[in-house]
């Protein structure tokens, strides 16, 4: 016999005297309007079920607040808070846009992480004992020069200060220091790379 | 091929759906009755309690 349904109105009224149930009847009164309303201008489920959950924090506070004072206009209102929060999220991601993974072109195809993993920093571990040992076949002059400029990070004019040479010829022993190098690996039949 | 195997839903299909996780609506509902406002000569504080 109880079919008459009680108002918006009552239910806020009885939700601002401290009736907790009454907030769970509205909610379910009007929670797949409001949603429906979200997601259709957002077409994101997250993003709805944020503006949804926004949008009743914010009737939550205007109520217990007793700020509330449009009887009789519930759903016109929460819509009306709903639509400005809907607004708020495309003002913020026109500022910020947030990248839509779901397409055909996926965003980690380009981009890559530049760390080495375990792995890689293995081999390239590996290769830089063995170019280090490989450079000890270098003739002295070569060795000197190829040492100060790639380990010490020197320039050629501190090369050729230090070295007691001019910058040509630092400049000419680090060339067949290098060309010295790619022979060796040839001869050795050596794969230096990752 | 691919509308052999896909069942297009029903605009009504699709509306029935939609609606908010329930993990939501119990947010609010706790978060309905943690939240007291105190009122301090005027101005109105919100609290949460635990």
Redesign the interface.
Known sequence: MNNVEITDAVLVREYMQGN?NA??KL??RH??RI??FI?SKVYDRDV??DI??DT??KV??TL???KYNEEGKFLPWVMRIAHNLVIDHFRRNKRMPKFDNSGDFNIFSVLSDSDLNIETQIIKDQIENDVKELIKELPEDQLEVLTMRIYKDMSFKEISERTGVSINTALGRMRYALINLRKIIEKHNLVLTN | MRKLYTKKLSKKDQLKDLQPGKETVQFLLNYSKALRVVDCRGIKFGTILN
């Open positions: 907790e907030l769970s909610i379910n929670q797949h949603y429906s997601f709805s079920e949804f959950q009743f924090i939550i506070n217990k607040r007793g």
